[in-house]
């Protein structure tokens, strides 16, 4: 999970089966949890980006099913270096205030 300053510390997880490989980009580490635990569950394996900047670095080293982003984390990176068409996103939050 990330650290205070935005470093994760178990990066790259293995779920069991043959699921997507899905980057999850979420700041707060109870949502960290809550996804990477979910995903993996369901067979997919995990990679997690603790902001927009290192969600964007990564997609653009690693090849990705889908790209779950939390809009208040990510979406100023994403407006000045927009991810690459090559994977599928969803923006996901609960609230940006």
């Known amino acids: ?19 997507l490989h899905i ?3 979420e700041d707060n580490i109870v949502n960290q ?5 979910l995903l993996q569950k369901w067979g997919h394996t995990t990679v997690l980006a603790c902001n927009g900047a290192e969600a964007v670095e990564k997609s653009a080293k690693e090849n990705f099913d889908l790209i779950l982003m939390d809009v208040c984390t990510s979406l100023n990176y994403l407006i000045s270096d927009p991810l ?14």
């Open 23 to 25: 980057l999850v980009a």
């Open 1 to 19: 999970m990330c650290g205070n300053q935005g470093k994760a510390a178990n990066d790259k997880v293995q779920g069991p089966g043959k699921g």
């Open 33 to 37: 949890r809550v996804a990477v635990t």
């Open 84 to 97: 690459s068409a090559k994977s599928a996103y969803i923006f996901v939050t609960i609230s940006c205030l």
